[in-house]
C-alpha cells in the first residue's frame, strides 16, 4: 500500500496480558516513531527508530513497553502485563531520510479491561 | 523544544478563512514551525512548516512573524473536511531525536456550514 499501515485497528485485551502493535511503514522509509495518544490529547513520542536500531527510547513510559524493528521496516510493538492506564490509540509514522514531512498511520485502539 | 499556546477551539463559516494563531515566545533561532492537522480517528497530517519567512503550498499560508514568537497558519477557503484538532510544533529540523515532535493539545477547528 502507499500508505503506513497499523494492525490491529482495534485490540481489546484484559488487564495483564502481552500485546503485540504492529506497523508497516511506507516502502523505503528509514525513519519510523511510536505515538500513543489518549483520548482529548496530543499523541506523545514512545519511540524512534533509524533503521534497525532505536535511536531514542525517551518517550517509553517504562520497562513494559518494548518496540523492535529487525529488518529496518516493520515495527512492532509490545507491551507487558498491560494495565488499564495503557488504553489509547498507538499511532506509528515513517520519514524518508532527509524528509521533513512523516506519515502517520491510522493508528490502533488499544483497550485494556 | 519551545512550548507552544494554542487557543483551545476555533469555530469557522464555510468558504471563509480560517486563521489560526500559535504563540511560541521561546522559540530558538534554529528551531522551525510546523503545523500538523488530525481529523476524527485518523492519524496526523502534515500541513506545512516554515523557519522565518512565509511560506504558502496547496494546503494553507503560514504566516511567521518577524520576531517569530508567534504565527498563524491560514486555511484560505476553509470547507467542512477542514474540521480538525490543529496542532502547532517547533522543532530542531536535526536533531538527535530525529525529528521527533511534541503535539500539545492543539486547535479543535468546526468549521460549519
Known amino acids: 500500500g502507499a500508505g503506513v499501515s497499523q494492525t490491529p485497528s482495534n485490540k481489546v485485551t484484559e488487564k495483564g496480558k502481552y500485546v503485540e502493535l504492529r506497523c508497516d511503514p511506507i516502502s523505503g522509509h528509514t525513519a519510523l516513531y511510536w505515538y500513543r495518544q489518549s483520548l482529548g490529547q496530543g499523541p506523545e513520542f514512545l519511540i524512534y527508530?533509524?533503521?534497525?536500531?532505536?535511536?531514542?527510547d525517551s518517550g517509553l513510559p517504562n520497562d513494559r513497553f518494548f518496540a523492535v524493528r529487525p529488518e529496518g521496516s516493520v515495527s512492532t510493538l509490545k507491551i507487558q502485563r498491560t494495565e488499564r492506564g495503557d488504553s489509547a490509540v498507538y499511532l506509528c509514522a515513517s520519514r524518508l531520510t532527509g524528509n521533513t514531512e512523516a506519515f502517520f498511520g491510522q493508528g490502533t485502539r488499544l483497550t485494556v479491561v | 523544544d519551545a512550548k507552544t499556546t494554542q487557543p483551545t477551539s476555533m469555530d469557522c463559516a464555510e468558504g471563509r478563512a480560517a486563521n489560526l494563531p500559535c504563540n511560541h515566545s521561546?522559540?530558538?533561532?534554529?528551531?522551525?514551525v510546523y503545523w500538523y492537522r488530525q481529523i476524527h480517528s485518523q492519524g496526523p497530517q502534515y500541513i506545512i512548516h516554515?523557519?522565518?519567512n512565509n511560506e504558502t503550498n496547496e494546503m494553507a499560508s503560514l504566516i511567521i512573524t518577524e520576531d517569530r514568537k508567534s504565527s498563524t497558519l491560514i486555511l484560505p477557503h476553509a470547507t467542512l473536511r477542514d474540521t480538525a484538532v490543529y496542532y502547532c510544533?517547533?522543532?530542531?529540523?536535526?536533531?538527535?531525536?530525529?525529528?521527533?515532535?511534541?503535539f500539545g493539545k492543539g486547535t479543535s477547528l468546526l468549521v460549519t456550514p
Open positions: 516554515g523557519l522565518k
Open positions: 510544533i517547533v522543532r530542531v529540523l536535526n536533531s538527535n531525536s530525529g525529528y521527533a515532535l511534541n
Open positions: 521561546t522559540i530558538s533561532g534554529n528551531e522551525y
Open positions: 527508530f533509524q533503521g534497525t536500531g532505536a535511536a531514542d
